[in-house]
């Protein structure tokens, strides 16, 4: 069997908390299931910064590069705070998305029926929750120039960034939107700002006209993305997939992770387009989290997002559906067997650390996958 390459990349905080209870899953199997996961790992974020100055060095990158998928993390902290804007922490995580090129960030936001009462959200609201926020990673305001601070030379400055979108980034995050639409229940919002912002404007027009030419089947709906952040929290369960730019995809995706229950419950996929010949797509797999500095080291994070994350990588990067699916539930029967990180706790409820919450879950895969 041809080896399946994973370079681990897990940061700082909680992130080497959490990817710890991956690392245990491979290692199960590779052992039962002959799974044939090559592992490497390397630093990056302020643990980077501290070993080369730099928030992941060219090693690491070369290592990304040639893996077939990557598993991140979470990156910063207040140690990292005063450190040049261009090799601060998130700087790596910036750099991996565009040399990697993973213009399409899947977030889906799932509420798991046992964490209904979890969600800040009244549970009737969210119970059986099913979304997935496609965010345009590669573009935008997080990489368009000019991005600096001017001197204005009478006492003030000026900070600058830029939005920018060319048609052919707009094109493909929307055939990733009306292709996964596709599978699920067919059904796309876009959304941008286009009543204030030429980017938006262009936005919709292209999202249209993809729409007409290749996706006349799927339902589309516009939205402003200022009223769609409204629509997630009045009545979340209106949307299917929802799809959006590289900044408010940030921020609503944070939005929709309380719906969840938790920021410690959202996994991510970043993917790259599919590779002509070999049909393979790079991959970067993250929880939506950060890495949370007000519990790192305590033991106490949830490392479901984490676990999820490599439940997507299985799915999307090596077609091991099967076993994605035994990860999936294997998370859904721990929640519902009242297993609970405090993030996430509940009356009645058993409250676990990252570790047990870790080893409950590899119980319940190795139990599903036997
Ligand atoms: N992908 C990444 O590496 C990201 C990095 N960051 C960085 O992380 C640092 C902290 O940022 P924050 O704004 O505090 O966001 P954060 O996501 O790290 O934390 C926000 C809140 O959610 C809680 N939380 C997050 N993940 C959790 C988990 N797995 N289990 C339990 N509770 C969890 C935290 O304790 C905190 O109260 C900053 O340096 C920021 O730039 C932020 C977002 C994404
Ligand atoms: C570069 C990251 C820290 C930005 C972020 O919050 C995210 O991608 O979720
Ligand atoms: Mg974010």
């Known amino acids: 069997m041809t080896a399946r390459n994973l370079f681990l990349l897990p940061g700082d905080g909680i992130g080497p908390e959490a990817m710890d209870e991956v690392r245990k899953i491979i290692a199960y199997m590779n052992e039962a299931m002959n799974a044939g996961f090559v592992v490497g790992e390397g630093l990056v974020g302020g643990s980077a910064y501290d070993a080369h100055g730099a928030a992941i060095s060219e090693d690491d990158m070369k290592k990304a590069l040639a893996a077939d998928a990557v598993l991140f993390g979470a990156v910063g902290g207040p140690k990292w705070d005063s450190v040049p804007y261009e090799v601060r922490p998130e700087a790596g995580l910036l750099r991996l998305r565009k040399d990697l090129e993973l213009f399409a960030n899947l977030r889906p936001a799932i509420c798991y029926p046992a964490l209904a009462s979890a969600s800040s959200l009244k549970p009737e609201l969210v119970e059986g929750l099913d979304i997935l926020i496609i965010r345009e990673l590669t573009g935008g305001v997080y990489f368009g120039e000019p991005k600096e601070i001017i001197d204005l030379g009478n006492g003030q400055k000026r900070g600058i960034d830029t939005q920018v979108y060319d048609t052919y980034e707009i094109e493909r995050i929307a055939g990733v939107a009306f292709e996964m639409a596709r599978t699920r229940q067919n059904r796309v919002c876009s959304m941008e700002k286009r009543n204030v912002m030429k980017s938006g404007v262009l936005w919709n027009q292209v999202v249209t006209e993809t729409h007409k030419a290749k996706y006349s089947d799927v339902q589309l709906e516009h ?10 929290v009045r009545q979340p369960k209106q949307f299917d997939v929802i799809v959006t730019d590289n900044l408010f995809g940030d921020m609503l995706s944070d939005v929709a992770a309380m719906l969840t229950g938790s920021l410690g419950m959202l996994p991510s996929a970043s993917l790259g387009a599919p590779d002509g010949k070999t049909g393979k797509r790079k ?21 479901i997002a984490m676990i999820a994350s490599f439940a997507m990588c299985l799915r999307y990067s090596f077609n091991l559906v099967k076993e994605a699916d035994d990860l999936e539930k294997a998370i ?16 009645g409820a058993r409250k676990v650390g990252t570790v047990e919450m870790g080893q409950a879950i590899l119980a319940e895969f190795k139990t599903l996958s036997a």
């Open 283 to 303: 991959a970067l797999y993250e929880p939506v989290h950060g890495s949370a500095p007000d519990i790192a080291g305590k033991g106490v994070a949830n490392p």
């Open 223 to 232: 939205m402003l993305a200022d009223a769609g952040g409204m629509q997630l």
């Open 332 to 347: 859904a029967n721990v929640l519902d067997k009242g297993i609970r990180t405090a993030d996430i706790m509940a009356e």
